[in-house]
Structure formats: structure tokens, C-alpha cells
């Protein structure tokens, strides 16, 4: 809603994308033997869609899975992986682990920056780019790293960051854009975050205790992310696909433990 009070055109096709994504959603509930388990699936089923978080998708989700809006909110809140306001069309997540700090995340980070003209967890004034420094997105064998849209871009240099947003600039980036079913502010954190949106959430796996730990490969915590991908529940292609086809024996090894 705006802030004068009016209904926005989102909220006004919300009912009839609900509708629309309800089959895909029992789907999602049938393949787990405790349906709350499909709450992180569902979520990023409706992120696709509306290109972040709503209120009426959180809503929606706590319904089909019996669960308390807070429970879902809480749930959605803890990772860096899920935005609850709308972002940019390009959300630029630079890692800032230990891997990659030594590698040269610091010089990194700060040429994103200068080069996008915004800090952390700002958005473009064009509504283009939104940027954030993440915690360790588990592909520390490849620092420096980051994720366009939740795709991985490994090695990252000056110049694989040139020719990224020149690309993105031109629209010919290999990543599709997210949706932007409502125009972004210029931050997307919420009030009541202030304290975990500063580099404590978590990239990573559902159950994980600590949201310092993204989970991955190995980490039993992290089978739902990577159950994601496996299985193709959303279709992730490109550079993900290339390292998880590339990790595919561990992966799988991890999934059926
Ligand atoms: S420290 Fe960057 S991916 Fe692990």
C-alpha cells in the first residue's frame, strides 16, 4: 500500500497470481514429509514472480502451510537470499567471507561501490542496481565471488565487474533481471532489522543456528538450498548450474545423507 493509503497495481493482481501459483505450490508442499519444510521453496517461487517478498506472499505461504505470519517472517528475514522490499533489477551480492576477503574482497567491494555510485543494501536511483555485502555464499574455491540475482560469479577483477554492468547496462546480461512488479526505494531493509541486515544474515541453509553459517556442500544443515538446485525445483541455470553440475557427485552425496 502507498503511503497515502492507496492499493498499489501489485497488490491488485496478487489474488490472481496466487491463483496462478497455487498448483505449483501444493506441488512444492506434496514433495516434503512435513510441508513446512516447503516454506523456503515457496517463498523464492513468489520472489520469481513479484521480484522480492511481500507481505501477501508471506501471508499467502502461512496459510497453505498452517505456520504464523511471524514464524514465516522470521523465517524469510534470516537470509540475505530473500528480499522483503522491492530491489533492483540486478541485485549484486559481493561476498565478504574470510576466503574472499583474503583474496581481495575488500578492493573488490569498494570498486562496486565507486562504480555503482551506492553503499550496502542501497539501490540505484534508475532503479537498476541493487548492492549488498554478504556473508560467506560457500564457493570460497572460487574468491572472490558474488551472486547477480542469486546466480554465482566466481574470480571476480576489476574488469569481469566492467564488463558485468556494462552488459547489465545494455541489457544483454546472461542473468534474467529480476521482476519488478513495484519500483524500488532506495534501500530494501526493514526497520526492524537493523541489527541482522548489518552482516549478520545468513546466505545459506535452512536450520542453521548460526547466521554466520551459510551451510554447503558437506554441511547436512544446508540439504534444502542445494536440494533446490538439484533437483532444478526453480530453475537456476548458467554459472550455478556450471558448479553444481561440476560439485554434482558431492552434491548429491549430500542431499541423500
Ligand atoms: S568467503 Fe566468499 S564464498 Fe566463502
Redesign the pocket.
Known sequence: MHANGEVTQRERDFPALLQRLRPECERIIGRYENSRSALLPIMHLFQEHEGFVSHEAMRAAAQMLNLTPAVVESTVSFYTLFFRKPVGKYVLQV???????ING?EEIMAYVREKLGIGHLQTTEDGLFSYEEVE?????D????MQVNLEFVYDLTPQVIDEMIETMRAGAYAVKPMAQTQAPGRTWTVAQDTQVSHGSKSAGASGVSNPNN?GGVGDASGVIMLDRFVNKDISFTGRTQERFARDASAVRQAVEE
Open positions: 561476498c565478504r567471507g574470510l576466503s574472499c576477503t574482497a560467506c555464499l560457500a564457493a570460497c572460487r574468491a572472490t565471488c551459510a
